[in-house]
């Protein structure tokens, strides 16, 4: 089925740092929604974004709907141990389905 | 705890086989979404539900159906089970003209 690409896979980070992961398409989206899932576990909306440049912000995390509509941003700040998991986006392209698109998923690695 | 609710939330059973995941949705939502998380992968979308009748549909192979009853509790059937259908079956719920949805538990199905 069809997914987003997100970037990085994957990232190991020293506890304290900044971590920055982005979701892109070659296709134009509505609504962007932020997801942490820890296994075996479902996935927890963060942040929902609802317009293209929007910067949306939920305690340490800050997530962005890029201006061209074909990707979004997911930064971090000041990482902490229980920040590890995996982090999903998902775009929804018709309104009307409410059919998401997730992305492959960023997993965190948090050193302490 | 997002208040949607997946049961059971192990199942082990054999190829041929069929089984049956249920799921509530949150208090007042009339949407539901069945999405399928094979390991260390994405969650693939495979049908969506708004108040009893079909709204979407995914990547749902025939031998799966899932229907939304008056209650607005889901149910997906899986049939002619095979090896490959192992995987972490994710219930989703949202209301109204919100487009975010929430995640339930999941049921992680193996197939021998």
């Known amino acids: 089925g069809q997914q987003l690409n997100q970037s990085p896979q994957s990232m190991f980070i020293q506890e304290g740092e900044d971590v920055s992961m982005n979701c892109t398409s070659s296709?134009?989206?509505?609504?962007w929604l932020w997801y942490k899932q820890d296994p075996g576990e479902g996935p927890v909306l963060l942040i929902a974004?609802?317009?293209?440049?929007e910067l949306t912000s939920n305690g340490r995390l800050t997530a962005q709907f890029g201006i061209t509509r074909k990707d979004s941003f997911l930064n971090i700040s000041a990482s902490i141990p229980s920040d590890v998991g995996i982090y999903f986006c998902?775009?929804?392209?018709?309104?009307?389905?409410?059919?998401?698109?997730f992305g492959t998923g960023t997993r965190l690695k948090v050193l302490a | 705890d997002s208040g949607v609710t997946q049961t059971p939330k192990h199942l082990i059973t054999a190829t041929g086989q069929r089984v049956t995941l249920r799921c509530s949705p949150r208090?007042?939502?009339?949407?539901v979404y069945w999405y399928q998380q094979s390991l260390d992968q994405g969650l693939q979308f495979l049908i969506q539900?708004?108040?009893?009748?079909?709204?979407a549909k995914g990547n749902i192979l025939e031998r799966f159906s899932a229907q939304q009853f008056p209650d607005l509790h889901s149910e997906l059937n899986l049939s002619s089970l095979e090896l490959g259908d192992s995987a972490l079956y994710f219930c989703?719920?949202?209301?109204?003209?919100?487009?975010?949805?929430?995640f339930g538990p999941g049921t992680r199905l193996t197939v021998l």
């Open positions: 989703a719920s949202s209301g109204g003209g919100i487009h975010e949805q929430f």
């Open positions: 296709s134009i989206f509505n609504t």
């Open positions: 974004l609802y317009k293209a440049g």
């Open positions: 998902a775009g929804l392209k018709d309104a009307g389905t409410y059919k998401y698109i």
């Open positions: 208090s007042g939502d009339l949407s």
């Open positions: 539900y708004y108040n009893g009748e079909e709204r």
